[in-house]
Every structure is written in structure tokens, then in C-alpha cells.
């Protein structure tokens, strides 16, 4: 940018002193820019189905939230019961919002103690991502248990260049503020991020106003994320990552009408971290990568009693540890055949306690769940094989060992082929993955449910196969995805007469299959029009009904336009067709919510040299719908704030 | 209601409905679709190897252009970029190319000059990205830039009378001598010595591939980018006396590639009422990474 500037005012000095050229300044000649490609393998080379979601994207939509930017993605729906910070779940490809295994900078973020092992990403900011990429298909092959639906993996930021400080804030609708603060630099030995940031809302009720609850629901969360690099040689990196995460939140006690609770919280308590050595060897043909995680949880639920519930309450803790240690070699025979091998020691831990009251003290009850863990040891390989640079194939197979269930395997094909001429993409993958029945499955006993520690993994298998094709020196892009889903030995619950509680059983079975079409279109460098359209088709096999809230048609289309070399608007509207979800008084029914589309416009503009002012509004037209049957969403809210930078 | 089916924290929000017990678990006849996206595979495989234009093969009695590079001894660290394998274009190869510049100064003065061997060679050399080409008999030129096609970064534009006293001007005969990375484009003149009276600073005799500044493999790997603004003190004769880092890029591994390499260049030397003198300017080199898509 500032050569731009530089450069025609040392050509004009040039041409001034024509006559004397060599006055006492010295001339800049135009940069020469040297390109390379990253070393990591281009989108364009995966045949799996990826949508990745750059920092631009990030910073172009202005979310406070993860989830805000997930919403848009093909083939992953979301629902969240209520405002900010309420329990957010995902569902990709049709698959349970167990299904997705999330991973922070390579650390498994899935909580143990959760009955399903699932992430709530009801807590995690954008701050300091770098990309979110998004993986759909199962992908055991290279992560392990629980990625039957796909993988989602969020990677932080990589600070480079020299120091540099920004500082920002946010106020709007809902009493809603956000502070952060960040730091990164870099240079040939170190590199550092770090973001800390403090978002308040007094939200919206997470019980649906239109059954008569009133009482707001806040949220209040802080976050620290730091990136920590040493390459203190050639061939060593060493890498930290440390996310920490501490939330507040108000909750309702149940949907629909009179669901209101003014002082059920919850509070949450959570750390991601890694350490990660990189090693290159003979002349960088062998990488290896030696990593330990961390994934710490401690969450709390408490319920006193008030007016409206003068006797219940309750109290429950549950504390999590998920430890890992993985060890990768990639082998780069030659550039057309890269062979990885690897292998992985996991160990995951949880404990909790849970007290309930109620006005009959018959109901009472008082649980706890000693500390219980599992180990599970791993081993993959893969081979990525390239023919005449446009055709390729990987292939993949691991084995997890786990501690009950013993041994698993799973193998992945993955295709992709560039037919140059007409610049088509044809790509396929076939996979297969498994979810590991949770400790909470195998051994949990208390009043009401009963683990079962002889539970068999649940599995899926899927193929899908795509098209993509560029026009217009790839300024148009467009994609259609067919994929094909089955998943078996899902996990459920029965009520046991024999023991008089709910006990776990391998039962269910379900399909999904459906179409993702996307498209891309630059008309100009500054103008970028997106779209992405999914049909998905779930069945539950035991029942031949819908899943629920998997909607059959999603849509999305999304306007970024760059003004003035300095400023940017995005629109982005989304559109969710009806789907079933339970209804409210009768659980074994199901009632079907309406389909709804929200709007979302938001603004970025650089005021001065460091100073960059945004606002947004959500839900321009206010639309009144619900992602979970009985639960509020916000209606039209507006939002300012700025940034300064250094 | 039952206590145990508060809507609570610990339950995700599954989604899977509720089945019937005791239905008969019909088995799916799961390896369809297997079977099916194997056939599948094997047809496109098929195809593929049926159908694909295999290069052509080589053709006795017609001349053929080999291209060779070489580099100098002290760069072969193993920090070479790849491009020495004259990796087709679509594979990671770093290649360097001039910015083209917005700004015009001055409207841009048509030449009809820009030597006849651009058109030439740009036949000689189907891709200008590959790198250099380099004609066997002349292999001292190596590292001399190109005249750039684009002319307007390259200075490369003087006539060629002028040029002809420079020590390198028979680098524009024989074909082959340098690549073109430029899109041919009669060059424009900068500004420069455009005056007739034969002064100008000293410029690069291109920006075209042929500058060839490795983007070291380590650096690549770790995303380093950036900017290094280098002053190079140039001869009479177009050599390169002294090269200093203005400014680092922030990264000594990129500032190191960039101030080898340009070490290496070969300017059109500055001129004053058409004599050649020693000049002194500054080279901004701008690493960049691309997401390879």
C-alpha cells in the first residue's frame, strides 16, 4: 500500500530532475513480488467436502460468535435454545449434534462429561481464528472417534511481522457490549497472538416470549487466546496454543410456557491446550510431529429456589479432562506420493455430582459420578498418491484400540480429478467412522439411568461425489455435491423394568442423503456474490420419520462488496425450511416448526489511518421463528463499535 | 412432569428421534453403495486413461528447446525452490513476476522498440512462468534479467543503439538467452531518459522470471512474508558493487534470499548524456504466499 504511494512520487522526483538525475535521493524502483504457494494442500487438491472460512470472511460479517458464521455453512444446520451463550448444537449432514468432532488448534474440544461427548459451542468467539474449516463426511480416518458426521477444526491465528496492537469495542441491542484486546508480531525466531476479550449481554428470555416469559437471559464470557511459536532452527518449530474460556450464563428451566427460571445458572469453565514439536529431516522428506493436549472442563449448574419455584432447585458440578499425545511422519517421497503414519494415545476422564429438590422429597435426588476413565490407543496410515499433477488419490486406514469395546477400524478413498481443458473438478470420497460410547454411556448409576459398559460403538458410512467447475479466469466457481450417509448402532435409551431406570442400548439406525450446491461469482475484484443451497433427506430407519430439526431445504446468500479501498459491506441472508422437532407437552409427538429466513447487514469502514469503526444489524426484518420448539431467538438488533489499531 | 427430563445442561440437543423398541433391525445392504462408487472409480479410471492427451511424444528431426537451469553454487543449500524442476505451471513454484503498477506518472509512450526477440521468444518458450530458459551457448547470461515484455517496470526500453554500447546488450540476440514472463506487450517507457538527452537512473534489465529470487522452502512452510527493501549500488558497467537491506522484511532468511539474488542481477546502467556511470537505487522485494486454489 505504501509503496503504491511512494512509487509515483519517486517517479515524478525522477521526472522533475530530468536533467539532473542524480540528485542526492535515491531512486525505488517497482517492487518485485515473489509468490509461492503455502505448502499445505490446496483446497483445490481435496476431495473431501470442505468449506473454509477465512479470517476475511470473519472480519467481512462481523460475529460475535463461532456459531453466527456456521449458520451459512452448506450442509450444517444450527440450533441454539435462546440468545447468546445459550446451548448451541450443530448438525452436519444430517447426522446428531454428537456426530461432529471439533477440534481447536488440533485439540479435541469434545466434553467427556457430556452424555454424548458433544461440543457446545455456545461459548466460543471468534477471537483470534484464523480459518475454520469444515469437513463433511466421516472422517475417523484421520481424527479418531466421533467424527461420524464430519470434522470441524478452528485454527488460530499466527502472528507474524512487526508488533502489532489493536484494541476494540462494541455496543448494542440487548445491553450487549464486547471488549478485546490484541497482540501478535513475529519475526525468524519467535512469532506470538494473543487475544483477550469480555462480551456481556443481558440477552434475550431463553424460554419463548411468546408463552409468556419475560425474564432476560444473560451471558457474560471471557476469553484468552494465545498462539506461541519458537523456530529456533531450520527444521524445528515448536508451537503452543492455549485457549481459556469463562462463562456465565442465565437459563430457563424448560421451553414453553411458564419455562422461566430468574436464577438458574450456569457456569463453565474451559482450557484447550497444546504443545507441538515439528521436525524436519533429510532435507525436509520426513516431517514428524509430536503433540500433547489438553482439554479441560469444569462446569456448573445451580438452581436455587425464588417466588416462582419456591421448592426446586438443584446443584450439579461436572469436571472433564481429555489428555492426548499423537505422534505424525509424513513422508514425502516424491511430490506425487506423500505417505503418513502415525499414532495416538488418548485418555479421557470425567466426574460429576448432581442434587435435585423438589416440593415432594419423594422425587429428590442425589448423585454422584466417581472420577471414570478410558484409554483409547490409535494407529493410521495414509498415502496420497498424485498422477500427471491432476489426479489424486488418497487412501487411508486406522485402528482404534479402545479400552471396553475393544478394536475398531475405519478407511477412507478419497478422489479428486482436474480435467484441465474445461477446468472440471470431479471429486468422491467413501469413508467410514465410529463414535466410541461415552463414560457417561458405560458407567454412569444414578437415580434414573443406568450405563451399559458392554455398548458397541456407533458407526456411519458415506460416500459422496462432487462437481466443481471455474469460468471467467475462476471468477465464477461453482459446486454440486451428492453424499449418502447410514449410520448404525446409535445409542439410545430404553426404560428397563428390571432395574427401574433408563438404560443404554446400540438400537438406532438412520440414513441421510442430500445435494450441497454452491456458487461463487466475482463480477468485480471489490464485488463477490455467494450462494450455497442444501436438500437434506433424513430418515430414522426404525421409524421411517424425519430426524428432528434437520430442515429438508437451507439456503444461503451472501453480498461482500469493498468500497473506497477502505471499506466493506457484507449482506448475508439465510433461509432454513420447516422441519419436526418435539412438542411440547407430549415428547413422543412431534410438532413442525415454520420456515424462516433472517437477514444480517454489516458495515466496516477505516475512519483514519488506525481507526476502523463497524456496525451491524441482525435480522433486519425482525423475523419471528424458533430454531428449538419453545425457545426465543432475538429479533432485530443493532450493534457499533470501533477498532484501533497500531 | 419427571424430574430427569429437565431440559439441562448435560443433554446436547440430539435430534434423533425416539424409535420404536423392538423394531426388527432390518440390515441395510450396506457394500451398495460401496460397490457402486468403486464402479464408479474404475469407469473414471478408465476413461481417464483411455481419453487424457498424453504429452506428445517426441518428434525426431524436429528442433527441440531444451530448458536448463542453473544456478550458482552458492545457492544449492537445499533451500531451492522448486521451480528448478521446472515444475509445470499449477504446482507450487514460486515465481516472481513485477507488480504492475497503477499509477501512471505519465501517460504511457508506445514503443515500437521492445526488440523484435520478445515476439520471438515468446514462441520459443510456450510459458513464461517456467522459469528460465537457457540457450546452452550462452550460459554466462544466466542470471541476466530479461527485457521484460511489459516494459513499463523493466526499463529495458532504451533504443537499441543506446543499448548498444552497454556491455549487455547482446543479451536481446539469440533466441533463448531469457525467458519472458511478461504478456509481450510493446513496452512503454518510464519516464527516463525519454528526454533524448540520454540520462537515466539504473534499472533492471527485467523483472522477468529470469530474477528467479527463491522463496526459501522453511519460509514457506512457516508462512513467513514480507517486504525487504533493498539498496543496491550499481556500476557503470550494470554489475552489482554493493547490496544492503534498507529494510527487512522481518524475516533474515527472506532478506538473505532477496539479497543473493539480487546480488546476481544484472542492471541497464545509469546514464548521464549517454555515458554510462555508477547509480545507486533501492529494490523493494515483496515475498508473498499464496493459498494455492
Not at chain 1, 448423585?367 to 493410521?380: G, L, W
Not at chain 1, 418435539?582 to 412431534?590: A, C, R, V
Not at chain 2, 513485477?98 to 523484435?116: C, D, G, I, M, Y
Request: glycine share 10%.
Amino acid at each position: 500500500m505504501l509503496l503504491k504511494k511512494v512509487l509515483p512520487l519517486a517517479l515524478a522526483g525522477v521526472l522533475l530532475h530530468a536533467g539532473q538525475p542524480f540528485a542526492a535521493e535515491t531512486t525505488t524502483l517497482d517492487p518485485v513480488v515473489v509468490t509461492a504457494t503455502r505448502l499445505e494442500t490446496p483446497l483445490s487438491q481435496v476431495a473431501s467436502s470442505v468449506t473454509v472460512i477465512s479470517r476475511q470472511d470473519i472480519e467481512n460479517q462481523q460475529p460475535s460468535h463461532v456459531i453466527d458464521v456456521l449458520r451459512s455453512v452448506p450442509g450444517l444446520d444450527v440450533v441454539r435454545q435462546g440468545g447468546s451463550g445459550q446451548q448451541t448444537s450443530i448438525f452436519l449432514r444430517g447426522a446428531n449434534s454428537t456426530h461432529t468432532l471439533v477440534l481447536v488448534d488440533g485439540v479435541e474440544v469434545n466434553d467427556p462429561s457430556n452424555p454424548g461427548r458433544s461440543f457446545d459451542f455456545a461459548n466460543l468467539a471468534v477471537d483470534n481464528i484464523e480459518r475454520i474449516e469444515i469437513v463433511r463426511g466421516p472422517g475417523s480416518t484421520l481424527y479418531g472417534s466421533d467424527a461420524l458426521g464430519g470434522v470441524i477444526n478452528i485454527i488460530t491465528r499466527k502472528g507474524s511481522g512487526k508488533p502489532k496492537v489493536a484494541i476494540s469495542a462494541e455496543g448494542g441491542s440487548f445491553d450487549t457490549h464486547q471488549e478485546r484486546l490484541s497482540l501478535s508480531g513475529g519475526n525468524d525466531l519467535i512469532n506470538y497472538s494473543l487475544t483477550a476479550s469480555y462480551f456481556d449481554t443481558k440477552g434475550i428470555s431463553a424460554a419463548a416470549k411468546k408463552y409468556g416469559n419475560t425474564e432476560r437471559d444473560g451471558f457474560d464470557r471471557t476469553t484468552v487466546s494465545t498462539r506461541f511459536g519458537l523456530t529456533p532452527l531450520g527444521n524445528v518449530d515448536v508451537d503452543f496454543f492455549l485457549r481459556y474460556i469463562k462463562s456465565n450464563t442465565d437459563l430457563d428451566t424448560f421451553a414453553g410456557p411458564g419455562g422461566d427460571d430468574p436464577n438458574n445458572t450456569f457456569h463453565s469453565e474451559s482450557i484447550y491446550a497444546r504443545i507441538q514439536g515439528r521436525l524436519m529431516l533429510l532435507n525436509d522428506l520426513w516431517e514428524q510431529r509430536l503433540g500433547l493436549s489438553l482439554t479441560d472442563y469444569a462446569r456448573k449448574n445451580i438452581d436455587r429456589t425464588d417466588p416462582d419455584h419456591p421448592f426446586d432447585s438443584s446443584r450439579t458440578t461436572y469436571d472433564s479432562r481429555l489428555y492426548k499425545m499423537d505422534w505424525q511422519h509424513n513422508l514425502y517421497f516424491t511430490s506425487a506420493n506423500v505417505f503418513t503414519l502415525g499414532g495416538e494415545y488418548k485418555k479421557e476422564e470425567a466426574k460429576g455430582k448432581s442434587q435435585f429438590f423438589y416440593e415432594d422429597p419423594l422425587w429428590n435426588t442425589d448423585d454422584s459420578f466417581s472420577k471414570k476413565s478410558v484409554e483409547t490407543f490409535s494407529a493410521f496410515l495414509q498415502d496420497q498418491v498424485i498422477l500427471w499433477d491432476d489426479f489424486i488419490t488418497t487412501f487411508g486406514l486406522r485402528v482404534d484400540d479402545h479400552q471396553t469395546f475393544g478394536a475398531r477400524l475405519t478407511y477412507r478413498i478419497t478422489s479428486s480429478y482436474l480435467f484441465r481443458p474445461t477446468g472440471t473438478r470431479i471429486k468422491g470420497t467413501f469413508g467410514t467412522a465410529f463414535k466410541a460410547p461415552t463414560l457417561a454411556q458405560l458407567f454412569e448409576n444414578s437415580t434414573w439411568v443406568l450405563g451399559n459398559p458392554n455398548l458397541a460403538p456407533e458407526k456411519s458410512r458415506g460416500w459422496d461425489i462432487g462437481l466443481e467447475q471455474k469460468f471467467w479466469d475462476d471468477r465464477i466457481s461453482l459446486s454440486a455435491t451428492y453424499f449418502e450417509n447410514r449410520f448404525e448402532d446409535l445409542i439410545n435409551t430404553f426404560f428397563s423394568f428390571s432395574s427401574f431406570k433408563y438404560e443404554y442400548e446400540n438400537i438406532d439406525k438412520a440414513e441421510s442423503k442430500g445435494v450441497e450446491l454452491t456458487a461463487s461469482v466475482r463480477p468485480m475484484d471489490n464485488l463477490t456474490l455467494s450462494a450455497s443451497y442444501t436438500y437434506t433427506d433424513t430418515e430414522n430407519r426404525a421409524t421411517g420419520n424425519q430426524l428432528l430439526r434437520r430442515p429438508r431445504h437451507k439456503y444461503n446468500l451472501n453480498a461482500d462488496y469493498r468500497f473506497l479501498d477502505r471499506g466493506n459491506v457484507n449482506l448475508d441472508i439465510f433461509y432454513v425450511g420447516k422441519r419436526d422437532d418435539i412438542d411440547l407437552l407430549i415428547w413422543d409427538q412431534t410438532k413442525t416448526l415454520g420456515a424462516y429466513t433472517v437477514v444480517n447487514l454489516a458495515i466496516a469502514y477505516d475512519l483514519a489511518k488506525h481507526l476502523r469503526i463497524h456496525g451491524r444489524v441482525e435480522n433486519l426484518f425482525d423475523e419471528d421463528y424458533e430454531e428449538v420448539n419453545g425457545f426465543g431467538t432475538p429479533g432485530i438488533a443493532g450493534y457499533v463499535g470501533a477498532t484501533l489499531s497500531f | 412432569m419427571l424430574p430427569f427430563r429437565r431440559i439441562g445442561r448435560r443433554e446436547g440437543i440430539s435430534g434423533a428421534g425416539l424409535p420404536d423398541k423392538g423394531t426388527t433391525r432390518d440390515m441395510p445392504t450396506p457394500h451398495i453403495a460401496f460397490s457402486l462408487w468403486m464402479f464408479l472409480s474404475v469407469c473414471i479410471h478408465v476413461a481417464m486413461l483411455t481419453f487424457w492427451p498424453l504429452p506428445a511424444p517426441w518428434e525426431l528431426g524436429k528442433p527441440t528447446i531444451l530448458m536448463v537451469e542453473l544456478y550458482p553454487p552458492g545457492e544449492s543449500d537445499g533451500n531451492q525452490p522448486e521451480a528448478r524442476e521446472g515444475s509445470p505451471a499449477g504446482t507450487p513454484t514460486p515465481s516472481t513476476r513485477p507488480l504492475p503498477e497503477k499509477n501512471h506518472s505519465q501517460p504511457p509512450v508506445p514503443r515500437k522498440r521492445t526488440t523484435e526477440a520478445v515476439s520471438n521468444r515468446k514462441d520459443i518458450l510456450p510459458r513464461g512462468k517456467t522459469g528460465p530458459a537457457v540457450d546452452q551457448k550462452a550460459p554466462d547470461t544466466l542470471y541476466r534479467p530479461a527485457m521484460d515484455g511489459s516494459g513499463e517496470v523493466s526499463g529495458g526500453t532504451a533504443p537499441a543503439s543506446e543499448s548498444a554500447n552497454a556491455p549487455l546488450s547482446s543479451l536481446g540476440d539469440g533466441p533463448g538467452t531469457s525467458s519472458i514472463s511478461g504478456n509481450g506487450q510493446p513496452g512503454t517507457e518510464t519516464g527516463h531518459g525519454e528526454n533524448g538527452r540520454g540520462s537515466y537512473r539504473a534499472s533492471p534489465l527485467g523483472y522477468g522470471s529470469a530474477t528467479q529470487i527463491p522463496y526459501p522452502k522453511t519460509a514457506r512452510r512457516r508462512g513467513w512474508q514480507g517486504e525487504v527493501l533493498l539498496k543496491v549500488a550499481v556500476t557503470a558497467d550494470g554489475t552489482v558493487a554493493t547490496i544492503q537491506i534498507e529494510k527487512s522484511s522481518g524475516y533474515d532468511m527472506l532478506d538473505q534470499s532477496a539479497r543473493e539474488a539480487v546480488a546476481l542481477w544484472i542492471f541497464r546502467p545509469a546514464r548521464r548524456n549517454g555515458q554510462p556511470i555508477a547509480d545507486t537505487v533501492l529494490v523493494p522485494v515483496r515475498f508473498e504466499l499464496q493459498n494455492g486454489l
